[in-house]
């Protein structure tokens, strides 16, 4: 079993910035696909970024230019830099790992981002 502790969430005001962490414990080996995922009130869960082991990276539209994946292989984290928030980025976030042992997908616990405008 892989287990993710996030960290960073808070309140911000539009323009703003805040970085979300992200670190796995337990069964970390073979992680390949590390990434964020928000959930809006009243909408669906939403892939936002994620980064494979070789560090090639995808964003949802909506964020590019504005946030940035990284990980550390050698800690096992993950983090996300978000600048020029917006209100619309007001979500609960939540970190997300493919692979582990048993290999499969994992999910923290998430952690709420406000942005008042």
Same mark, same amino acid.
């Given at each position: 079993?892989?287990? /993710?502790?996030? +960290?960073?969430? *808070?309140?911000?005001?539009?323009?703003?910035?805040? $970085?979300?962490?992200?670190?796995?414990?337990? +069964?970390?080996?073979?992680?390949?696909?590390?990434?964020?995922? $928000? %959930?809006?009130?009243?909408?669906? $869960?939403?892939?936002?970024?994620?980064?494979?082991?070789?560090?090639?990276?995808?964003?949802?539209?909506?964020?590019?230019? %504005?946030?940035?994946?990284? $990980?550390?292989?050698?800690?096992? !984290?993950?983090? /996300?830099?978000?600048?020029?928030?917006?209100?619309?980025? !007001?979500?609960?976030?939540?970190?997300?790992? /493919?692979?582990?042992?048993? %290999?499969?997908?994992?999910? *923290?616990? *998430?952690?709420?981002?406000?942005?008042? +405008?």
């Amino acid at each position: 079993q892989v287990q /993710l502790v996030e +960290s960073g969430g *808070g309140l911000v005001q539009a323009g703003g910035s805040l $970085r979300l962490s992200c670190a796995a414990s337990g +069964s970390i080996f073979s992680i390949n696909t590390m990434g964020w995922y $928000r %959930r809006a009130p009243g909408k669906q $869960r939403e892939l936002v970024a994620g980064i494979i082991s070789g560090g090639s990276t995808n964003y949802a539209d909506s964020v590019k230019g %504005r946030f940035t994946i990284s $990980r550390d292989n050698a800690k096992n !984290t993950v983090s /996300l830099q978000m600048n020029s928030l917006k209100p619309e980025d !007001t979500a609960v976030y939540y970190c997300n790992v /493919l692979g582990g042992v048993p %290999r499969g997908i994992y999910w *923290g616990q *998430g952690t709420q981002v406000t942005v008042s +405008s």
